[in-house]
């Protein structure tokens, strides 16, 4: 027997009609819920543990400006393809924990504890879920920055302005901290949105944490297994990660491309935040070509969470297949 669409409709409509419980009243209804269970996911690469910890999500209007060479409708219209709510955007921010070689290792930070305050929860929750899923921040050995943008920086503060990991060393890409902490660059940088960002970038590093980071260099592992990677255009010194123990791998990619709706299905639109975009797209093409080629597992930092998954070529763009949720670590 075939069970067709008006079938459905049909057990739809008797459903609605008909109480499934009868008339016996049930006393001990659980209360509907208003809250997430918190947001971490666990996940091995060899001996290493990759905790997944998310930071919330981001919702907003899509504006003209938001990708800089495409009309707004045809943005609109692929978002809506991929089922997202047309005209409004969505980015997910997902740092990382790692338990490697003895040491807990957290790589990016979140939007932090402010960013909890003004959007009422819906992001700023590394430190609350870090925390749910049983990390002390007294216990992070080494804090791993990608690169100085507030979504992966500001969690290094706590909310009144201390160190979040007091007793971690801070290691932040040598091109990228000249970068930012380079005054001539910061007097030219262009009003509203650079200028911001130099701000927050001195803020958190220069009056939270006095400057005590430590650069570090590409091609370099900063902890066993745990390779620093050149992936500049996003900003100067954006950079990524592969992460291997034994035969097992993932690249770690942080903002290669932000979520893969719509950035990995077209990968030569530009957003906004992406510094030098025509580099930013020569990056995202040739870091995407080589998951393809080598068939990679990827974390993507603005990944729908959990943010694990592998990459297809598809059309002239790629398409991102996530991994499927493990119930057992
Ligand atoms: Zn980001």
Same mark, same amino acid.
């Given at each position: 027997?075939?069970?067709?669409?008006?079938?459905?409709?049909?057990?739809?409509?008797?459903?609605?009609?008909?109480? %499934?419980?009868?008339?016996?009243?049930?006393?001990?209804?659980?209360?509907?819920?208003? !809250?997430?269970?918190?947001?971490?996911?666990?996940? =091995?690469?060899? &001996?290493?543990?990759?905790?997944?910890?998310?930071?919330? !999500?981001?919702?907003?209007?899509?504006?003209?400006?938001?990708?800089?060479?495409?009309?707004?409708?045809?943005?609109?219209?692929?978002?809506? =393809?991929?089922?997202?709510?047309?005209?409004?955007?969505?980015?997910?921010?997902?740092? %990382?924990?790692?338990?490697?070689?003895?040491?807990?290792?957290?790589?990016?930070?979140?939007?932090?504890?402010?960013?909890?305050?003004?959007? =009422?929860?819906?992001?700023?929750?590394?430190?609350?879920?870090?925390?749910?899923?049983?990390?002390?921040? !007294?216990?992070?050995?080494?804090?791993?920055?990608?690169?100085?943008h507030g979504d992966h920086v500001n969690g290094l503060l706590t909310a009144d302005g201390a160190p979040a990991f007091p007793n971690a060393e801070v290691l932040v890409p040598?091109?990228?901290?000249?970068?930012?902490?380079? &005054?001539?660059?910061?007097?030219?940088?262009?009003?509203?949105?650079?200028?911001?960002?130099?701000?927050?970038?001195?803020?958190?590093?220069?009056?939270?944490?006095?400057?005590? *980071?430590?650069?570090?260099?590409?091609?370099?592992?900063?902890?066993?297994?745990?390779?620093?990677?050149?992936?500049?255009?996003?900003?100067?010194?954006?950079?990524?990660?592969?992460?291997?123990?034994?035969? &097992? !791998?993932?690249?770690?990619?942080?903002? *290669?491309?932000?979520?893969?709706?719509?950035?990995?299905?077209?990968?030569?639109?530009?957003?906004?935040?992406?510094?030098?975009?025509?580099?930013?797209?020569?990056?995202?093409?040739?870091?995407?070509?080589?998951?393809?080629? &080598?068939?990679?597992?990827?974390?993507?930092?603005?990944?729908?969470?959990?943010?694990?998954?592998?990459?297809? =070529?598809?059309?002239?763009?790629?398409?991102?297949?996530?991994?499927?949720?493990?119930?057992?670590?």
């Amino acid at each position: 027997m075939e069970f067709s669409r008006r079938d459905a409709l049909t057990a739809a409509v008797a459903a609605a009609t008909t109480p %499934l419980l009868g008339a016996t009243p049930v006393s001990a209804a659980a209360p509907a819920a208003d !809250k997430q269970a918190p947001s971490f996911y666990r996940y =091995k690469v060899g &001996d290493v543990l990759v905790t997944v910890v998310s930071d919330g !999500k981001n919702v907003f209007k899509l504006e003209d400006s938001f990708i800089t060479n495409v009309k707004k409708d045809e943005v609109s219209a692929a978002l809506e =393809k991929a089922y997202m709510q047309p005209g409004t955007m969505t980015i997910y921010f997902a740092p %990382l924990v790692l338990n490697v070689g003895g040491k807990v290792v957290v790589i990016d930070t979140g939007n932090g504890a402010a960013a909890k305050a003004s959007t =009422k929860g819906a992001n700023g929750l590394f430190a609350d879920n870090m925390a749910a899923a049983g990390f002390d921040p !007294k216990s992070v050995d080494m804090v791993v920055i990608s690169h100085f943008h507030g979504d992966h920086v500001n969690g290094l503060l706590t909310a009144d302005g201390a160190p979040a990991f007091p007793n971690a060393e801070v290691l932040v890409p040598a091109t990228e901290w000249k970068f930012w902490m380079d &005054d001539g660059e910061m007097s030219r940088a262009p009003a509203g949105r650079m200028q911001g960002l130099f701000k927050n970038n001195r803020s958190i590093f220069e009056t939270g944490l006095k400057k005590k *980071v430590t650069p570090y260099e590409w091609n370099k592992e900063l902890a066993p297994g745990l390779l620093a990677v050149e992936t500049i255009g996003h900003t100067p010194g954006h950079t990524s990660y592969v992460l291997s123990s034994g035969s &097992d !791998k993932v690249f770690i990619q942080s903002d *290669v491309t932000n979520n893969p709706n719509p950035f990995a299905t077209h990968p030569g639109w530009h957003a906004i935040f992406d510094q030098d975009a025509p580099l930013a797209e020569k990056t995202r093409r040739r870091v995407y070509d080589m998951l393809v080629a &080598d068939k990679l597992k990827v974390q993507g930092f603005h990944y729908p969470f959990p943010g694990l998954g592998h990459v297809e =070529k598809d059309g002239n763009g790629y398409r991102v297949i996530p991994a499927p949720w493990n119930p057992t670590i």
